[in-house]
Every structure is written in structure tokens, then in C-alpha cells.
């Protein structure tokens, strides 16, 4: 009986503890999911949203709990990191100096360039260990590091022949949108920038200034492949459109000279692109009119901006049907009052190797924990379509005249070969004119990089074909350790 007794008190009571128990282990699993939910917000979600965010006005909170990441080269180099001193003082250092300023930026008593866009990467705890560490502890936890696509050997090899000169080299990979290398000069040491600001800022050559993605110059003879484009387009017999030149063209009361006058004769597309003729184009334009460029233009998303991390200026041609046929003429020749980035024709470019297809150009090619474990890792995408296959074809083949036997010939002869198109554009006349180059190259067959050069005032300097020439044979020559 007692052991009855005793047997039914104690099952009696069993449910209702175990109910009980049921409904905080519940309470339990669900307050932990919340957490692991929030946190997984927290590392997934709200990092991710950064690459496409411009503009991260987070910061001063998080830096007291958190060491910034580090900023990498695409081989691992340190482009940006913080030293930690032993009385427990941060230095953030840029190896690199003003090889790489515009594109890792600075943070201090401001922020630019990855250094700002990318900041909240940089503050971000790696993993939920470290997250939960940073908030139980007073010590900083390491943040996040980014790993950029920059080929910083080519980085610095470009910004030494920039040495002198003001201006802009961009090299990308037209198959994913990587971009390998982009260089501003005159540029700044991001170290020292504070100490020296108030020169910098005063300098009237605008060091701080990233001409690559925010510089608006004349497009020159690049133009020229826009005008092409549009023959290709709207006129049946583009390839039997021909030009005698004596050297310059009379439109309206304007003339419009080939350069140095030169007397190029009887031209047709071809050799007129290859050489580049100022009046076969100027001729052309008029003939298919104001609203035919302009739709050209658009066809190709000039004007455009291109998702990518860091600022970028739109580039813009101003032409309107009721402008004078002098203006179309000079538009179409790459003068007028069209202003582009040096950015804009790298993608351009990239689109004429790619078929058409526009990859999104990017920087950032990885997320790294503190330990260098793979976080996220970017993948190539399609930013869209800026001509057909064929329009692509087309303007290929043009642009293998160019260095073939033409303005830039100097380019040719090289396991790799090259594809491009020079621009001389004018200023005004008490400044040398900018020079340009933007092509391609082909390695074994296959489309390999694009690069464009601008040199401000550049035309009687080295010259942006002897530049591009120097830059291409370092890329496929160098000695890769
Ligand atoms: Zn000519």
C-alpha cells in the first residue's frame, strides 16, 4: 500500500513539472534562436548590405569596441592595417603610400575611398565568438579585413610612370569586372594626410582629386568609336562611306583640322579609324545628324554610372538637334562639349572585349575573418548589355587597325596583341591637349585586360601610347615570384 501510495504521489505531480520545464526549455529555444537570428542579422545581412551602400555614416560606436580590418591586395599584401603600440594606441598604416590612395582612401578625421565605403566590413566582429566577446569583455575584438582585386605590383608600377604627370591609368578584367589596377595622380600619403592637409588642400593640383572614377576631360578621338558605332547603325553603306582629306574640313564657318594638318587622301572607315581623320568623322557626323549621336551615345550608356564602390562622375555629351552642324561635327570627332571619366571608356572598352556584355566592375574581391578564412567571396555579375555581338565585332576589328598600322602601331608586335584607340583632345590653346588610349589585348586567343590612359596636358609629354606600351610589357614580362 505505502508503496502504492508513495508511487501515485510522485507521478501526480510528474505532468505538471514536466509542463513546466516544456515551457521554459521553449521560452529557452526560442530566445536563442531570436539571438542567433539578430546575430546572424547582424554579421550576414547588414555586412552584406555594404558593398552596394555609398554612403556609411556608422562608426565612432563601433570603433571603440572594435579593431578596423585590414585592407588587402589581391597576393595578401597589406595596403591598410592598424598597428597596435603597447600602451594600446591605434596606427592605422598605409604601406603603400599614394600608390594606392584613391582606392583604399583614409579614416581619421574623415573617411574615403574602401577606407569609408567599406568601413562597416571593417568594423564588423568576424564571428558570433568574437561578437559575443566584444560586448561580455572591455577588449577590442579584430574586425572583419577585405581583400581588394588590386594587383599592387602593377599598382605601383603604374604609379611610378606617373611620376610627373597628372592623370589616370585603369586596368580591368573585361571577363568578371575585377579591376586590376587604378591609379590617380597626382595623389597624397594617406599616413601622413592630416599632418599636411591644409597644403594639400590649398595644392592647386588637386591631389585629392581621384581622376580615374570622378575626373571629366574631353573625350578626344576615343569618341570616335561612339561615331563609328553609329555609322555601323544607321548607315546601309557605312562601309562604303568614303572621304577625301586635304588635311581639314570646312563645316558651317568653323574648319576642322586633322592633326598637325595632316593630309590623310582618300579614306574609308577603316583606315580613317586607324588613323584617326578628323574630318572623315566630322563628316559623317553632320551627315547622320545631332539626334543619331546623341541616341548612340545612350545605346552605349555613356552617361552612365556603373554600381561600383567607389564615387563615380557621370560623363555627359551635350548635343541638341538645334545645334549648329559645326558643333555636331565637333562632337562627332570627339571635341564639343562631351565630358567623360576615364572610367566610362574602361567600361566602354570592357563591353567591346566582352561581346557587349558589361561585367560590374568590382573592388572588393573577399571578406576575410580576422584568422583570413573566406567570410563571403564576391562573384562576377552582369551589369548589362552595351551593344550586340556583332556591333562588338565590328568595333574590334576597328580598333585592331589602330595598332595594326595606325596611330598606335607602336603597340603591335607581341605574344599578346593589342586593340585601341588614341585621342589627342584639346583644351584651349595656351595647354597641351590630353592624351588618351583605351583598348584592349588578346592573349593565345582570348580577351586578357583593359586598359585606358589619360595624361592631362599629356600630348607632349611621353604620351599615352608610349604609357600604355611601357604598362602592358611590365603586365606580361615581370617575373611573378
Ligand atoms: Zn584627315
Known sequence: ?????????????????????????????????????????????????????????????????IIRGSILASNGSRLAYTDL?????EVRRYPYGAACAHVVGYTGGGQAGLEDEASEILLSPSTLMSQLQSWASDEKVQGCSVQTTLDIDLQNY??????????????????????????????????????????????????????ATMGLYPPGSVFKIITALAMYRNLPDYNGYSYDCHGELQVDDQVIECNDHTEHGYMELPDAFAYSCNGFFGKAGVEMGSRVLRQTAQYVKLGETFNFILPESESYMNLSESDVDSMVAQTAMGQGETLVTPMSINQLTCAIANQGSLYTPYLVEAVLDARGNVLEQTQPALWGSVMSESEAAFLQELMRGVTRYGTASRLSGYDYEVFGKTGTAQVNEDQDSHSWFTGFTRMDGKTDIAITVLLENGASGIGAVPLTDDILWYYYNRSVD
Not at 28 to 54: H, M, P, Q, Y
Not at 85 to 89: F, I, K, M, Q, T
Not at 189 to 204: G, H, K, R, Y
Open 1 to 65: 500500500m505505502s508503496s502504492s501510495r508513495s508511487n501515485s504521489a510522485i507521478p501526480s505531480k510528474r505532468p505538471e513539472n514536466r509542463a513546466t520545464f516544456q515551457v521554459i526549455q521553449w521560452i529557452f529555444i526560442v530566445l536563442s534562436f531570436c539571438l542567433i537570428l539578430w546575430l546572424g542579422k547582424i554579421l550576414i545581412v547588414d555586412r552584406e548590405t555594404i558593398s552596394a551602400n555609398e554612403y556609411n555614416p556608422i562608426g565612432g560606436e563601433r570603433e571603440a569596441d
Open 85 to 89: 603600440s603597447e600602451d594600446g594606441s
Open 158 to 211: 603604374i604609379y611610378d610612370q606617373l611620376d610627373g604627370y597628372r592623370g589616370a591609368v585603369i586596368v580591368s578584367e573585361p571577363s568578371t569586372g575585377r579591376v586590376l589596377a587604378m591609379v590617380s595622380n597626382p595623389s597624397f600619403d594617406p599616413e601622413t594626410l592630416f599632418d599636411n592637409w591644409e597644403s594639400i588642400i590649398a595644392n592647386e593640383e588637386s591631389p585629392l582629386y581621384a581622376r
